[in-house]
C-alpha cells in the first residue's frame, strides 16, 4: 500500500508560479512512473505532466515551456514547478504513481489532490 501526500497548493496571480511536491510512502517493492493530473471544474481529469523512475518525461501541449517535473527517487517524491501560470491553469492537481507491490501486481495509487488557483 503506498499513500501519497500533496503540497504546495494556493492562489496565485497570473504570471505567477507555484510548485507542487507529493510524498509517496508505504511498503512497495518499487514505484515507477509518477505524474501530475489536473481537473477543472465542470472537466474530466487530465494528464498534466510525468516522469519515469529513469527521468523520462511528458507533458501536455498546454503546458510546455511552462512547466516542469522532476522527482527524488530517494525520497519517492515528485514535483511540478509551475511557472507563468494562467486562469486555464485553475483546478485541483492530483499526484498519480504506479507502483509494483510485493506481489509483483501492478497497483496505481493516487493522492488527494491540492487546489491551485490563478486568479487576479
Known amino acids: 500500500q503506498v499513500q501519497l501526500v500533496e503540497s504546495g497548493g494556493g492562489l496565485v496571480h497570473p504570471g505567477g508560479s507555484l510548485t507542487l511536491s507529493c510524498a509517496a510512502s508505504?511498503?512497495?517493492?518499487?514505484?515507477?512512473?509518477m505524474g501530475w493530473y489536473r481537473q477543472a471544474p465542470g472537466k474530466q481529469r487530465e494528464l498534466v505532466a510525468t516522469i519515469t523512475n529513469g527521468g523520462s518525461t511528458n507533458y501536455a501541449d498546454s503546458v510546455k515551456g511552462r512547466f516542469t517535473i522532476s522527482r527524488d527517487n530517494a525520497k519517492n517524491t515528485v514535483y511540478l514547478q509551475m511557472n507563468s501560470l494562467k486562469p486555464e491553469d485553475t483546478g485541483v492537481y492530483y499526484c498519480?504513481?504506479?507502483?509494483?507491490?510485493?506481489?509483483?501486481?501492478?497497483?496505481?495509487?493516487w493522492g488527494q489532490g491540492t487546489q491551485v488557483t490563478v486568479s487576479s
Open positions: 508505504g511498503s512497495i517493492f518499487s514505484i515507477n512512473a
Open positions: 498519480n504513481a504506479g507502483a509494483v507491490g510485493w506481489d509483483l501486481g501492478e497497483y496505481d495509487y
